[in-house]
């Protein structure tokens, strides 16, 4: 099975791209097959983009708001 670790929306040239970074883990074992494998991807469905909107809305309203 995999398990994300992190992951983060990034904004390139105007557009989203989410970072993620998961490990691989033997589901019978518990046993790690592979840590700290990196992928991303560019943001193209709407829905998605609202929610990382929404998140980005919020630290401005709640974390950088004087």
Not at 24 to 35: L, Q
Not at 37 to 45: A, I, N, P, R
């Amino acid at each position: 099975m995999k398990q994300i670790s992190s992951f983060m929306a990034l904004n390139v040239n105007g557009g989203d791209r989410v970072s993620f970074t998961y490990d691989t883990i033997n589901d019978e074992t518990g046993d790690m097959i592979d840590t700290n494998t990196k992928e991303s991807f560019f943001v193209v469905d709407e829905e998605l983009r609202s929610h990382i909107n929404a998140i980005r809305d919020y630290i401005r309203q709640h974390k950088l708001a004087d």
